[in-house]
T-cell receptor, first 113, second 116 residues
Framework: DVKVTQSSRYLVKRTGEKVFLECVQD?????MFWYRQDPGLGLRLIYF???????EKGDIPEGYSVSREKKERFSLILESASTNQTSMYLC????????????FGPGTRLTVT | AQSVAQPEDQVNVAEGNPLTVKCTYS??????LFWYVQYPNRGLQFLLK????DNLVKGSYGFEAEFNKSQTSFHLKKPSALVSDSALYFC??????????????WGAGTKLIIKP
């Protein structure tokens, strides 16, 4: 079974702090994704990576950056956390290909105060 | 433009009754369609997908979905609901003509509540 793990289930940070969210997958997937999930808005893609050191912006990249130094690890960075970044953050991975399903981690609920 | 609609925010069904969670889509080319489920305080789990072929797709936990090209719909169904099916369900679509490998368009989600 594919396993996607995220470093924290719950996180509380203060406004202005730099925040790191880590994601690791164990199935040698090429693609990795970071989404945020807010009620009524579904999932919105923040960033996507299709290979080591490669990244592409999703729909809402502002205020975020990412890092993929190893194939199995994809990090999301909030450069200066703000209260409007309070949300559920979901990491996912998939094989290369348009018809491939994504596998999700358990999510990190981030609260910025 | 690509889009996905889940017209119902919430669906209530009695245990043992059939359930349907609706999804309609709009894409330029042929669609790749997916259903995911999210149980409380957990990440999303893949249920099933339609790529091509038989319009009726069977997936995990007894769920199935019917692709209807003329109505541009991909409704999720189960013949007999269980209380444990209570969860948040997401429909997603990708256009087969799109160059990008990654962009899934997600519906807003439908909360399914199964009452004993």
């Amino acid at each position: 079974d594919v396993k996607v793990t995220q470093s924290s289930r719950y996180l509380v940070k203060r406004t202005g702090e730099k925040v790191f969210l880590e994601c690791v997958q164990d199935m040698d997937h090429e693609n990795m994704f970071w989404y945020r999930q807010d009620p009524g808005l579904g999932l919105r893609l923040i960033y996507f990576s299709y290979d080591v050191k490669m990244k592409e912006k999703g729909d809402i990249p502002e205020g975020y950056s990412v890092s993929r130094e190893k194939k199995e690890r994809f990090s999301l960075i909030l450069e200066s956390a703000s209260t409007n970044q309070t949300s559920m953050y979901l990491c996912a991975s998939s094989l290369w290909g348009r018809a491939k399903e994504q596998y999700f981690g358990p999510g990190t609920r981030l609260t910025v105060t | 433009a690509q889009s996905v609609a889940q017209p119902e925010d919430q669906v209530n069904v009695a245990e043992g009754n059939p359930l349907t969670v609706k999804c309609t889509y709009s894409v330029s080319g042929n669609p790749y369609l997916f259903w995911y489920v999210q149980y409380p305080n957990r990440g999303l789990q893949f249920l099933l997908k339609y790529i091509t072929g038989d319009n009726l797709v069977k997936g995990s936990y007894g769920f199935e979905a019917e692709f209807n090209k003329s109505q541009t719909s991909f409704h999720l169904k189960k013949p007999s609901a269980l209380v444990s099916d209570s969860a948040l369900y997401f429909c997603a679509v990708r256009d087969s003509y799109e160059d990008s490998n990654y962009q899934l368009i997600w519906g807003a989600g439908t909360k399914l509540i199964i009452k004993p």
